[in-house]
């Protein structure tokens, strides 16, 4: 594998399309206990990061993607969701500096790491409170299972991915402790949670790009 700087790049602009087709599915989602206003919100970031992608110089890292994606979230998102993705990707940034490459499962687990306590330490929500945090948490515990067992990066990310799409589903039994929602208490149960949901979108299609990438490189290699 090989993913430099430009495969990062293409990597986020695929999550941004992935987060896009999901619009209206993450509007309908918050709708049902907050504004209703997540996959605009989201898709707003995601279309300001797709156009920092173009601005980056000829040459770049793997920090660098990440850089301009917080930088993008932090101009472009007014929600309260802006600021928690810009500390992410900027933790993203920080756990990627000065590498060439993010190939190994073990890079991918310590970015996800970095992001998932940046947005921690941001929204001050506690695991179970019904939040991004709920999906995002079991999918890094899958990412530190998959690098004891030395598991291939392609196969750790599509776990963490499945993973995380699962917990997202299991919010709905979760009473919501911060946010809008939380005012809602106990009539939110039932309903599944926007910024667990798009987390686990964003984790899935990460997954698929590097299971692309993966694919190509045994193909070229049994030829
Ligand atoms: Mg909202």
């Known amino acids: 594998m090989n993913i430099n700087g430009l495969t990062v790049a293409e990597i986020l602009n695929q999550v941004a399309i992935d987060i896009e087709d999901q619009?209206?599915?993450?509007?309908f989602?918050?709708?049902e206990v907050g504004d209703g206003d997540h996959g605009v919100s989201m898709t707003i970031g995601m279309r300001a990061v797709?156009?920092?992608?173009?601005?980056?110089?000829?040459?770049?890292?793997?920090s660098d993607v990440f850089d301009s994606a917080a930088e993008a979230y932090a101009v472009e998102v007014g929600a309260t969701i802006g600021p928690l993705y810009e500390a992410a990707f900027a933790a993203a940034g920080d756990a990627a500096r000065d590498k060439k490459t993010l190939d190994h499962t073990s890079d991918w687990l310590n970015?996800?790491?970095?992001m998932f306590t940046a947005i921690q330490e941001l929204g001050g929500a506690e695991l179970g409170d019904k939040t991004i945090l709920d999906s995002f948490h079991p999918a890094i515990e899958s990412m530190r299972v998959s690098v004891a067992a030395s598991s291939d990066l392609a196969d750790a990310l599509t776990l963490a991915g499945q993973v995380a799409m699962q917990s997202a589903r299991d919010t709905k039994d979760m009473v919501p402790l911060k946010g809008r929602a939380s005012r809602l208490g106990e009539r939110a149960v039932g309903h599944q949670d926007a910024g667990a949901t798009?987390?686990?979108i964003i984790l899935?299609?990460?997954?698929r790009e590097v299971a692309k990438l993966q694919l190509q490189i045994n193909y070229h290699f049994t030829l």
Request: proline content about 6%.
């Open 23 to 27: 619009k209206d599915y993450l509007c």
């Open 29 to 31: 989602l918050d709708g």
């Open 50 to 62: 797709r156009r920092s992608l173009a601005d980056l110089p000829t040459s770049y890292l793997p």
């Open 111 to 114: 970015i996800y790491q970095a």
């Open 198 to 200: 798009s987390i686990a």
């Open 204 to 207: 899935q299609s990460i997954a």
